[in-house]
């Protein structure tokens, strides 16, 4: 089903397959007539694996459950019956909120990484998109091709040659480039006493695929493990119903058609055209019109200079944001009303201040442990600039407000320092500048999809708002020692920002395990750990599955 490319599976795999997916064939499908917990752990393992969630099931769960009992089981039987008794509750209670209570695991395969972005945008669902730190770009679908969008209309335009010729050589440098970094970052760091073989060359397979991320282009096809119930998909099919990327309108009806299959009563509103065709058509014309007026009104509106490295500014926050705090800290211990609080704590001195803000925020054994909502009382915004794979990252992050600005190769990239000491850096420039010529040609014949050509190195602006519960969530969980360094230098700046540029500094003290140190191959540690966890579930005699 061009533009995707179908997997075989035998007669065998296509029995057992239908029980618990909703179509054999196309990129989207439904999980259904599995425990949750398989569910989940089916995801969790999707995100670190090149395989189909399909393949991954058959090759790699099918061998732990038992099957035989669902044989014959058809994946949509049985819906008719559940639909009716839906539509005598609803029918009664005549209520949005029904839609809240029944969720789906759907499975996106095959989307670009500007098309993961529109996804991944509602706060009220649960995500898990394949990383570009455990699996390597540098092999082929089973079609053939590397793994990019092929869009239709690109393809049938002047540029489709173009397109897939610039594509495949940016896909064939990166093939080229990651057994080199290899080598030069084993010849670096090498292998601790102590440290399996598995160990070491996970640690430094992970720093090699990241310095190398920025190579790959932004249609680069991602895996996405989405939960979510009724009413969350309605409201993320209406977005893409009408939203200007072709892959996206496309997808929502695959979708569509997918969750139909489990969920139709949940999804009635969608595509009536005095409902969510209504809603939709809003969406787009307030789009449109406020990009024609803001195009009128600055006609140079992207126009900007290339920096370098990430840039962070703190662009607005409360000056009494701590003493905000600290009355929201007070409140549920007294029957004062608020602005008897309000008085009282600022007659409270800077050690009274102190202690109290200790007291409530306690000693926090890990990052897990963070304190109450009184920390929601205040709020930062950023200003950001970064690569758009840091971007890819931060995005995901749902408990705040994140928006930004059109992908494009104006703001100019950096070659990793990774990269430039294992002397491949040549390649590197000239392959980003491919990327940058490409997209100025795409610009003029197919606006939309140009920014498909755009190496994940270039950077982006965006903009994030946050509570200070939340930026204690992201600051610590991003600056650990095992995520990337784009995205760590980011989350750093944010937690230095908020202690000297806003002068919260209790808040930011709260902050324990931000972590502002450097590290060379980030990921050892964490695999250290993983491998110690591994040996205690197998009862350490070495059988552990890797």
């Known amino acids: 089903m061009f533009p995707y490319a179908e997997e075989p599976f035998t007669d065998q795999e296509a029995e057992i397959l239908r029980r618990y997916v909703t179509n054999l064939e196309g990129p989207v499908f439904a999980l259904v007539n599995l425990p949750e917990v398989v569910k989940g752990a089916l995801f969790a393992r999707y995100s670190r694996s090149a395989k189909s969630l399909r393949r991954l099931f058959l090759d790699e769960f099918v061998g732990d459950l038992d099957v035989s009992g669902d044989a014959g089981v058809d994946a949509t039987v049985g819906l008719e019956r559940a639909e009716q008794l839906y539509e005598r509750v609803f029918v009664e209670y005549g209520d949005d909120s029904v839609a809240q209570l029944g969720g789906v695991h759907l499975a996106c395969e095959q989307s670009s990484n500007l098309l993961t972005k529109v996804l991944e945008w509602g706060r009220l669902m649960a995500y898990l998109e394949q990383s570009t730190r455990y699996v390597a770009y540098d092999s082929r679908l089973p079609s053939g091709h590397y793994r990019y969008f092929r869009d239709p209309e690109v393809l049938e335009s002047a540029l489709g040659a173009r397109y897939v010729g610039d594509m495949d050589r940016m896909f064939d440098t990166y093939a080229e480039l990651l057994p080199a970094t290899q080598a030069y970052l084993a010849q670096k760091f090498p292998r ?194 970064s690569d758009y794979g840091a971007f890819r990252d931060l995005q ?33 420039r000239v392959s980003m500048e491919r990327s940058a010529e490409l997209y100025g040609l795409m610009s003029d014949v197919c606006p939309e999809q140009a920014p498909y050509a755009v190496a994940l190195g270039f950077r982006v602006r965006y903009s994030m708002h946050m509570n200070a519960r939340e930026a204690m969530h992201l600051t610590e969980l991003r600056s650990g020692q095992q995520g990337h360094p784009s995205y760590r230098h980011v989350a750093q700046q944010m937690h230095t920002l908020i202690a000297e540029q806003a002068g919260h500094r209790a808040i930011a003290d709260a902050m324990t395990f931000v972590d502002h140190d450097d590290y060379e191959l980030e990921r050892l540690e964490a695999e250290r750990r993983a491998e110690a966890r591994r040996e205690s579930a197998s009862g350490g005699d070495g059988t552990s599955c890797r």
């Open 396 to 428: 995901r992050h749902r408990m705040l407000t994140v928006q930004w600005q059109e992908l494009g190769p104006h703001l100019g990239y950096d070659v990793p320092p990774t990269v430039e000491e294992a002397g491949v850096a040549d390649p590197y």
């Open 192 to 385: 601790q006493p102590g440290d399996s073989d598995f160990v070491y060359r996970q640690s430094v397979r992970a720093k090699a695929l990241d310095a190398l991320r920025g190579l790959l282009p932004a249609s680069s096809l991602s895996n996405v493990g989405m939960y979510g119930t009724g009413q969350a998909y309605e409201l993320l099919l209406l977005r893409m119903q009408l939203h200007p990327l072709p892959e996206a309108r496309r997808y929502a009806q695959m979708m569509l058609e997918e969750l139909r299959k489990v969920i139709p009563s949940f999804l009635q509103r969608v595509d009536v055209p005095s409902r969510g065709g209504a809603w939709a058509r809003y969406l787009a014309e307030t789009r449109e019109r406020t990009d024609e007026l803001v195009s009128k009104l600055w006609p140079d509106r992207h126009e900007d200079e290339p920096g370098t490295g990430p840039d962070v500014r703190l662009v607005d926050f409360d000056r009494q944001g701590e003493e905000k705090v600290l009355v929201a800290i007070c409140y549920p211990h007294t029957s004062l009303p608020e602005q008897e609080l309000w008085r009282r704590v600022q007659s409270l001195s800077s050690e009274e201040r102190t202690e109290l803000f200790r007291a409530y925020v306690g000693d926090r054994g890990n990052r897990r442990h963070r304190p109450g909502r009184a920390l929601e009382e205040t709020s930062y915004r950023f200003d950001v600039v």
